[in-house]
């Protein structure tokens, strides 16, 4: 019932762009915290950015001044703008849902979506 896809990854080159898109349910997106996390072989999966549903954002400090966290309520979709691509960008990216209210996870994931980096 629930239901989030991520979309967007691809292979690029350091310096390069991508902007990776999440679409979720309708019924989980409105009045959430919308989140990206990512996680590299052999890494624990690590959070990236999260928006509120009022649009608060929160940035990992190694992305900072180079992702952009966005959410489109009307389409039930939250976007991550990446730009000045790194090599220890590449990992699997994931998008995921915090309730406001209590603060945890639900515990839904997408597929994820993979993002390389290299020369």
């Known amino acids: 019932q629930v239901q989030l896809v991520e979309s967007g990854g691809g292979l690029v080159q350091p310096g390069g762009t991508l902007r990776l898109s999440c679409a979720a349910s309708g019924d989980i997106f409105s009045g959430n915290t919308m989140a990206w996390f990512r996680q590299a072989p052999g890494k624990q999966r690590e959070l990236v950015a999260h928006?509120?549903?009022?649009?608060?954002?929160n940035l990992a400090d190694s992305v900072k001044g180079r992702f952009t966290i966005s959410r489109d309520n009307a389409k039930n979709t939250v976007y991550l703008q990446m730009n000045s691509l790194k090599p220890e960008d590449t990992a699997v990216y994931y998008c995921t849902v915090r309730s406001e209210l209590s603060g945890r996870y639900y515990g839904y994931w997408g597929q994820g979506t993979q993002v390389t980096v290299s020369s």
């Open positions: 928006i509120t549903s009022a649009g608060v954002t």
